[in-house]
């Protein structure tokens, strides 16, 4: 059965809780990748992999259960939902549930779209955020860990940028299989 992507149920979910935090969903220090994920999900991205955590992309209700923040049961969510690096890697390789495909320029992205940054340019991912709209061709973003809403895409604004930093640009798959 297909499944499509409501990009504007992913947007509107970014633009809602960009400067806040949904009480459905537990809250990182380093919350950008969580963010996303919420982004995603509110978009209708289907989650698969459960219960393996190195496999797939995937939250539980499991910590909600009387959890207090950083004390969850480890079982509640794939290493994908909750870092950077790991959904970068995810959506890499997928091939079921939530897919993408990497593009080379941020002029393909549309609202909805995930952008990845390496602010150091040496492999590892540092950041995520969702593409919230486009202006001639331009993404703009919105992220957490550090709030930002209508943010140009290339952060050269940003205290973590270098001029080693590499950008990943996904675009989500409009349809699930």
């Known amino acids: 059965m297909a499944i499509y992507y409501d990009r504007d149920a992913a947007v509107q979910y970014a633009k809602t809780w960009w400067n806040s935090f949904n009480p459905n969903y537990p809250v990182f220090t380093v919350d950008c990748t969580n963010f996303v994920s919420q982004a995603l999900r509110a978009g209708g991205a289907p989650m698969s992999g459960y219960p393996n955590r190195g496999k797939g992309w995937w939250i539980t209700d499991g910590w909600k259960a009387g959890a207090r923040e950083y004390h969850y049961p480890r079982e509640t969510w794939s290493y994908s939902w909750s870092v950077a690096h790991s959904l970068r ?18 002029s393909e992205l549309e609202p909805g779209d995930v952008i990845f940054y390496d602010f150091q340019g040496d492999g590892v991912i ?30 050269s604004d940003s205290y973590a940028y270098t001029p080693n930093i590499q950008y990943y640009f996904f675009k989500i798959d409009d349809i699930f299989y």
């Open 126 to 155: 540092d950041h995520s955020v969702i593409v919230t709209s486009v202006f001639d061709g331009v993404p703009y973003v919105h992220a957490h860990t550090g709030p930002s809403a209508n943010r140009h895409y290339d952060y």
């Open 89 to 106: 890697w995810y959506l890499e390789s997928a091939k079921t549930g939530l897919t993408a495909k990497r593009v080379y320029s941020p």
